[in-house]
């Protein structure tokens, strides 16, 4: 179904890629343009923003900045496509917050605030992007993660909302292609190698270079994910030949999560954080 044959696979679709202003989302706005898609890059820091719009052109992308929980910014990201671009033919649904938190600190608010920016959010702009999504027989992909499925002990809140995100897309993915013509689906990552993870671990004490000897237990492959690795996989999804696919979860992991056979040092080896 995903071949790596084809050439400029996205050639003149409009995408809108939330977060895309550093990590996943960022590699998947550069591998859209170089399929010959129009982006419309999204982020919060309006100076990574820049940065990303030099790479890559005036011509080829449109930059808002803006919460993608403020009222109104989906409407606005739509509007902001259609207004530049003609048209929406996809819609990425990366942006999230990536929070560590358990039982004892995952207050209601807390939960709240995580849920608006990792599915509420994300549900916002599809129903914003509906009306052009049919126009053009569109397609949305959700970024979740693999801690959809349960989620580590300090990534609770994230985890529920990425579960949360994956019952969104099998749920639309069926009702948006029957009623409108519009896929939905989504991929799960695993650990990524992004610029915030390598921050985060950074101020969890770990050495710059911690990414170079991982345990076995999490990267059988003797390293984690590349963002531009995850980026390629995306254009599948997005691209005409996935064909009718719809409602559809894709895991990007080293490693199977059911029937696995963990090495017996596993439980000596500490949590890892995601990913996404």
Wanted: glycine fraction near 8%; hydrophobic fraction near 40%; charged fraction near 20%.
């Amino acid at each position: 179904m995903c071949l790596n044959q084809f050439n400029m696979r996205l050639q003149n679709q409009v995408v809108i890629v939330t977060g895309s202003t550093t990590g996943i989302g960022k590699a998947i706005a550069l591998r859209c343009i170089s399929e010959g898609a129009k982006v419309v890059i999204h982020g919060l820091e309006k100076d990574l923003g820049e940065t990303v719009m030099k790479q890559i052109g005036n011509d080829n992308a449109v930059l808002h900045i803006e919460n993608i929980t403020n009222s109104g910014a989906a409407d606005r990201l739509v509007d902001i496509a259609v207004k530049t671009f003609g048209k929406l033919d996809a819609v990425v649904n990366n942006a999230a917050a990536v929070i560590s938190s358990n039982i004892e600190t995952t207050d209601a608010p807390f939960l709240e605030e995580v849920l608006r920016i990792n599915l509420v959010a994300p549900y916002a702009l599809i129903r914003a992007a509906l009306p052009h999504l049919s126009k053009t027989k569109g397609c949305v992909l959700n970024i979740g993660s693999v801690n959809a499925y349960s989620g580590e002990p300090n990534l609770l809140a994230y985890s529920i909302s990425k579960g949360g995100l994956m019952t969104m897309t099998r749920n639309l993915g069926d009702t948006l292609h029957r009623e409108y013509g519009v896929r939905v689906n989504q991929i799960n990552p695993g650990w990524v190698l992004t610029e915030r993870e390598i921050q985060r671990k950074r101020e969890h004490g770990l050495d710059d270079d911690w990414y170079k000897a991982l345990p076995r237990v999490y990267a059988p492959s003797g390293r984690i994910f590349f963002p531009e690795e995850i980026a390629a996989v995306t254009i599948c999804w997005l691209a005409n030949e996935c064909g009718p696919v719809s409602g559809q979860v894709f895991d990007i992991e080293q490693h199977p999560f059911i029937g696995r056979n963990p090495p017996k040092d596993a439980s000596t080896i500490p949590s890892a954080t995601n990913k996404s």
